[in-house]
């Protein structure tokens, strides 16, 4: 098993930064990929960003060249440094895992709310 807590959400005006932090626990060697994602109110859970243990990421579209994931294999934590949000952005923010035999973990969110 393996255990994801989230921190570092919060309100932020249009322009701002934030940056989460998810903290993994347990049977932290499985972790595989180590991602985000967001759900937006009314929408579905989307990728942000997701990385590989090896090193490689991928960004979603609309965050390219604002966000960036960074992960500790050693401190088992992977951040989401979050530059020149928009409005857009708000939603609930979901650190997840998935381990080499494809079992998949959940943070229980944070909330990010971007005004304009």
């Known amino acids: 098993q393996v255990q994801l807590v989230e921190s570092g959400g919060g309100l932020v005006q249009a322009g701002g930064s934030l940056r989460l932090s998810c903290a993994a626990s347990?049977?932290?060697?499985?972790?595989?990929?180590f991602d985000w994602y967001r759900q937006a109110p009314g929408k579905p859970r989307d990728l942000v960003a997701g990385s590989t243990r090896a090193g490689a990421t991928n960004y979603a579209g609309s965050v390219k060249g604002r966000f960036t994931i960074s992960r500790d294999n050693v401190k088992n934590t992977v951040n989401l440094q979050m530059d020149s949000l928009k409005p857009d952005d708000t939603g609930v923010y979901y650190c997840h895992a998935t381990t080499y035999s494809s079992s998949q973990y959940w943070g229980q969110g944070t909330q990010v709310t971007v005004s304009s």
């Open positions: 347990g049977s932290t060697w499985r972790i595989n990929t």
